[in-house]
């Protein structure tokens, strides 16, 4: 149910739950003020209490209630990135934040999005918690039409049309002296190199603790099989590819985009792994054959944990 500015910062500010979009992925949101609310969030996704929260304020000024020191190199990230497609965890004061949005971490997470809803929102209401707004698991929303599909046509939602970049943020965690990706995302690692004079390294490994706890869980994914990349298995009559490449004549291919822009790939991958749901398909052979680096990165990131490879 599309809700105004107006009557989201009502509900939100009475303790409800609501879907606001962002110009990464549309977010679930609760105040930071009803730890009910939040508790909600959790069990709407039916996700893991053990994956913390990001807290969305309007402005940079509105996390100092929560920092006694920024971690070196923090100031210049903040001003290239924000408002942005960048989360940075940082050590917060004891008892800031309630431990239901920080999985009892002494860290906590911060963006602040730059969408003109979602900032006029925020002023409305201060600080808000906002994972994506999908079920656990599966890809996160980027319309309207798809946060109805997982929550039901009546749940509270916020139009700001599609999501300008259609992947998630990029988490920043500093650790031991260092800043490091904890997530891939909308904002590339060569981007932040350009900032920090040095490349983050990506934080991921199955056998290694992640560093952000959510990337242990299963995500992105479609209930068809993906097959990434290689031979087309025989009975696969589905591809996913791109518009300037030509497939198998007999295949119903499905648009990524194009290769020469990543992040026409990136607007419209979750929307894709839907639409693969919406129309019942069982199995999608990928044409991985795209750059490893920058936001094809990302891109590559996502498949493969939809696919169950990561
Ligand atoms: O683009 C986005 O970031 C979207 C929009 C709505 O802002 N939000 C989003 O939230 O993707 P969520 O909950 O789906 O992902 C948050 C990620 C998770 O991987 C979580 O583990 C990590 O951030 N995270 C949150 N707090 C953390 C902390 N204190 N330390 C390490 N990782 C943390
Ligand atoms: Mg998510």
Redesign the pocket.
């Known amino acids: 149910m599309k809700v105004t500015i107006q009557q989201a910062a009502n509900l939100l500010n009475d303790g409800f739950v609501v879907a606001?979009p962002?110009e990464?992925?549309?977010?679930?949101a609760a105040s930071l003020r009803h730890p009910q609310a939040i508790q909600k969030i959790f069990s709407y996704k039916n996700?893991p209490l053990d994956?913390?929260?990001?807290t969305?304020v309007a402005d940079i000024s509105a996390i100092s209630e929560f920092i006694d020191q920024y971690p070196p190199g923090f100031m210049e990230l903040a001003t290239a990135f924000w408002p942005g497609?960048i989360?940075f965890?940082l050590p917060i004061k004891e008892g800031s934040i309630p431990s239901i949005?920080?999985?009892g971490?002494s860290?906590?997470?911060f963006?602040v999005?730059n969408h003109v809803e979602a900032v006029k929102l925020l002023k409305k209401t201060g600080p808000l918690v906002?994972?994506?707004?999908?079920i656990s698991g599966r890809p996160?929303s980027t319309t309207t039409a798809h946060v109805e599909s997982d929550f039901g046509s009546e749940f509270p939602v916020v139009d700001g049309g599609g999501c300008k970049?259609g992947?998630?943020?990029t988490?920043l965690?500093f650790r031991d002296g260092r800043w490091i990706i904890?997530?891939l995302?909308?904002i590339s690692a060569r981007d932040i190199e350009k900032i920090l004079r040095y490349q983050p390294e990506f934080s991921i490994g199955k056998s290694q603790k992640?560093?952000?706890?959510?990337?242990k869980y299963r995500h992105y994914a479609p209930r068809a099989q993906l097959f990434l990349g290689g031979e087309v298995p025989t009975n696969c009559r589905c591809i996913l590819g791109f518009d300037d490449r030509k497939y198998l004549r007999d295949a119903n291919v499905i648009f990524l985009g194009t290769t020469s822009d990543p992040m026409s790939v990136a607007n419209r991958l979750y929307d894709t792994l839907r639409h693969l749901d919406a129309v019942g398909l069982e199995t999608a052979w990928v044409d991985m054959d795209f750059p490893h680096e920058g936001l094809w990165r990302t891109i590559r990131e996502r498949l493969e944990k939809a696919a169950g490879e990561l």
């Open positions: 606001v962002t990464t992925v549309y977010g679930l996700r994956n913390p929260l990001i969305h497609p989360t965890v949005v920080t999985a971490l860290t906590a997470a963006r999005p906002m994972p994506s707004a999908n996160s970049h992947l998630e943020s988490v965690i904890g997530r995302g909308a992640p560093a952000c706890p959510g990337q």
